[in-house]
Every structure is written in C-alpha cells, then in structure tokens.
C-alpha cells in the first residue's frame, strides 16, 4: 500500500484509459516488497487518508526521469515532462535544476482502478496518517483477511476469494482472471524492466546506444508469449530485427547462434560469424534470466537452420 499524492490521483482518475501507471519515487531507491501480480493499493495523504485504487505491481526500475517520461508519458500522472519534474522535485530536498535528469524509482502498476467518491474505503486502523512510506501487509496471517478481501472485490469488480492459507495464484475460476496472473507485467512497465535489468546494454553486442536498444520478446505476444522477464532480452535495434527473423538466436546455455542464411541472403553479418559459440550477457538473478523452454522454442521454430 502506498501513499499517493492527490493530483498524481486526480490527473490518472480523470483519464480511465490509462490502465498502466508509473506510482513514482522522487529519491530513487529500490523496491523488493512485491512480487508481479500482487496487489498494490493507494491511500491517499492525511487529511483525506482514503484508499483511492490501486492494481497489480508489474516491476520496479530505476530511469533517468527523461527516460520515464518517454516510456510513460502521462501515464506517469502529468501532463508532460515539465510538469512530472516539478511534480518530484516538491518531494525533493533540492530541486531539479534546468537541464538535470535525476534517476527516480519508479513502480509500475498495471489494470489500475480508481475508486469513485463515496467508495473509497479507510485504510487500515494500524495505518499511521503520518506514514509517507507505505506499508506492506502479509495476508498469510490472517488477521487483514477480510480488509483485503474487500478490497480485491473493489479492484475487480465482483467477488473475490483469496486463500490466506495458499498462494496468492491459485488456480480456478476466478483465480483464473489474466489480472491476477502472476509474473505477467504491463507491456510499458516490460520495456522499462528490461531494460533496467540488462544494465542499459545489448544482450549480444554490448552496445549502450540507448536510443538503439529495444526490448525484445522471446516468444511474441501475438502467437502465445507473454510480457515477462523471462521472455525478454535487451538487444539494439537491427539485432532485434535479426532475431525476429531467425538470423539470430540463443541456445539454453545462453550462447549466441547464427544461421548461415545472414552470409547467403546478405553477404554479410561477419560482426555476428565472429561472436557465434559465445555467451551473451544475462541478468545475474537467474530468475531474470531468458527462460531455457522459450529460448528452445525460438530455436526450434524461428531460427533459421
């Protein structure tokens, strides 16, 4: 649960169309609380201290505000980049000056809701009006069953189980809402993940290029792939372009494949002959690493042989 600020809330409230929002952190930080797929509330700051909507946490990254803006636009809550960094820099200890691009955290939320007037329940009793923070709750306990329950309801709009006893994901019908699916981020909050994760570099040629860089699918969304770390990689633009084709590709040890058709279609792609056999760079949690069943399947059925 985190504390919002009012006009951020009043500015996504009013455009219902934004279902994926950037709830931004002015110092930065990190963020390791949730993890994708569980809910995140917003309670707004004392005296209206309401519990205003929230969603589905999709990732945390760090960016460069510029790099936020040009990701989110106004689903960072402003109207436009002037207006996002005067809005951070009220929480700032020192304001952002003309031309500084401070790096700010940035939680991502997807299939957000705003709950209208009049249905904006009261936070927690234990919630302290003075908290700025957040709070994280453990439903596992028990004793927020029933808050949270409701709660849930409100975001889904209808009725809600959740097992206090099981996992948050747990299968049937309607556990089995694509909302409540776990690991699966928003399509914006994807991109920024990746590449936050692959530390602003390609995957394969190590190039920093930013305005270069893409995140690409593993397995595309349009035939059964999903918005997940693990179905992600970093890579430049006309590397990116090479994998989709299946000029390129990546075994299950992580080692970078090249298909003889680059030399006979192109007659050229020497750059990529001399990396073939080498490892790409991967993230060091290996639970952000490419998944090896998707990277087989992109060798299997992509990849030119």
């Known amino acids: 649960m985190g504390v919002t600020d009012g006009e951020w809330r009043s500015f996504l409230a009013a455009r219902p169309q934004i279902n994926e929002v950037n709830f931004w952190r002015p110092g930065g930080g990190s963020f390791k609380t949730l993890t994708p797929g569980e809910p995140f509330f917003f309670k ?23 790099e936020a803006w040009g990701l989110f636009g106004e689903a960072n809550g402003a109207g436009s980049l002037a207006d996002m960094a005067r809005d951070i820099g009220k929480y700032r200890r020192d304001p952002i000056g003309p031309g500084e691009d401070p790096v700010i955290g940035c939680i991502f939320i997807r299939d957000t809701v705003f709950f209208p007037d009049g249905r904006q329940p009261e936070p927690p009793p234990e919630f302290s009006p003075n908290l700025t923070q957040g ?9 927020h069953f029933d808050y949270f329950e409701h709660l849930t309801k409100l975001l889904l709009g209808g009725e809600v189980r959740v097992d206090p006893e099981g996992t948050w ?41 930013r305005p270069a860089l893409q995140a690409a699918h593993i397995r595309p969304v349009a035939v059964g792939g ?10 430049r633009a006309d590397v990116h372009i090479l994998f989709d084709q299946g000029y390129l590709g990546v075994d299950p ?53």
């Open 169 to 209: 994901h747990r299968p049937g019908p309607v556990f089995g809402d694509p909302r409540l699916r776990p690991q699966r981020l928003g399509q914006q909050s994807f991109k920024a993940v990746v590449l936050d994760t692959y530390s602003r570099r390609c995957a394969i040629t190590d190039s920093k290029l």
């Open 44 to 66: 707004s700051r004392y005296p209206h201290n309401r519990i205003v909507g929230g969603g589905f946490f999709s990732g945390f990254a760090k960016l460069r505000l510029s």
């Open 253 to 305: 040890k992580y080692r970078l494949l090249v298909s003889r058709r680059l030399r006979d279609d192109f007659g050229n792609g020497e750059q990529f002959y001399a990396r073939a056999g080498t490892q790409i760079a991967v993230p060091e949690q290996k639970a952000r690493r490419p998944d090896h069943d998707l990277l087989e399947w992109h060798t299997d059925t992509v990849f030119q042989h």
């Open 135 to 143: 709070k994280t709750y453990d439903l596992s306990t028990g004793r």
């Open 226 to 235: 999903e918005h997940r770390i693990d179905n992600g990689m970093l890579l």
